[in-house]
């Protein structure tokens, strides 16, 4: 289904879709032997959602053949990918929350569960905005398992498109400490100007010492749409109906790190490749079919 400016989904559908895909993937790579995660959340979320195609992806009965030439190295390289991913944010928490910060506000959270899996200190108020009804079900399945947060918890149940800053700040949140900031897996599915917007509101409600991190994606600027749909096709025929090319936002935006250095930011950024050495891993499997390419991991620190 192509994006709207009032498109509203659940974690079975649209942009929902992608992250019980991540979370699914997080799964696999908690269970995968070189266990470069521990994300014991991850697979009875994905299974309460119930799509047939991530259940049946973390129990291994999907062949990978079926989706053209997929050789087992590319598998293990794309769970390599996951755990990179989240590993890079895990550690960013905790490196920002040993330098003191104790406020921590997760964008698009999704099925993420920092707040209940990661060593927060003593005194951390976790803050997690999304979708009201995401933000329902994830809380209700945590409930359930009997899962307890290893921080102070606050849900924010709003659409980023909304006056999300004022739900924020009506929950507790103050502008006036050093915050981290999370815009995990986010930025590609914003137009161009929302993403622009999204960092300058982040910047005005930050302190000096806040943190930020995020992705830079530049295959997003000449995106292959066509190449895209090819790909998701093969998955189309294996029961999920999830089209990447109609969801994302293509096309020239701001350059991620450029952007923030402008806006005050000292910025980081790391290529997966180098990611992936730095934990002793291969470099990533590739075979020219990836429509967004490498991925630069950015962490920054408000002066």
Do not use: C
Not at 78 to 86: E, K, Q, S, T, V
Not at 159 to 188: C, Y
Not at 253 to 260: A, P
């Amino acid at each position: 289904m192509t994006r709207t400016d009032d498109d509203s989904w659940d974690l079975t559908s649209s942009v929902g879709a992608t992250a019980t895909m991540v979370a699914a993937g997080r799964a696999m790579a908690t269970k995968d032997p070189l266990h470069l995660i521990d994300d014991p959340f991850a697979e009875p979320l994905v299974r309460a959602v119930g799509i047939d195609f991530f259940v049946k992806m973390m129990d291994g009965e999907l062949d990978p053949t079926t989706f053209g030439d997929v050789t087992p190295e590319r598998v293990q390289s794309m769970i390599n990918g996951m755990a990179m991913r989240a590993k890079f944010f895990d550690d960013y928490f905790t490196s920002a929350t040993a330098g003191g910060i104790r406020q921590a506000v997760i964008l698009a959270s999704g099925l993420d569960a920092r707040a209940y899996r990661l060593p927060w200190p003593a005194g951390t108020t976790v803050y997690e905005i999304d979708q009201p009804k995401v933000i329902e079900f994830k809380t209700g399945v945590l409930d359930e398992l009997g899962a307890q947060p290893t921080a102070q918890r606050r849900t924010v149940g709003i659409d980023l498109r909304e006056d999300w800053p004022a739900a924020l700040q009506g929950t507790g949140f103050d502008p006036s400490v050093p915050t981290a900031w999370l815009a995990e897996g986010l930025l590609i599915y914003l137009p161009p100007e929302a993403q622009d917007r999204l960092f300058d509101t982040i910047t005005s409600l930050s302190a000096p010492g806040s943190a930020v991190a995020t992705e830079y994606v530049p295959g997003i600027m000449d995106f292959d749409a066509e190449k895209a749909t090819s790909m998701t096709a093969n998955v189309r025929d294996q029961g999920l109906d999830l089209d990447m090319a109609s969801l994302v936002y293509s096309g020239p935006r701001s350059h991620v790190i450029e952007y923030l250095r402008a806006t005050g930011w000292e910025v980081t950024g790391i290529p997966t490749d180098e990611l992936f050495g730095q934990n002793g891993l291969r470099p990533p499997v590739r075979d020219g079919n990836d429509p967004l390419g490498e991925i630069v991991y950015v962490s920054a620190t408000l002066g």
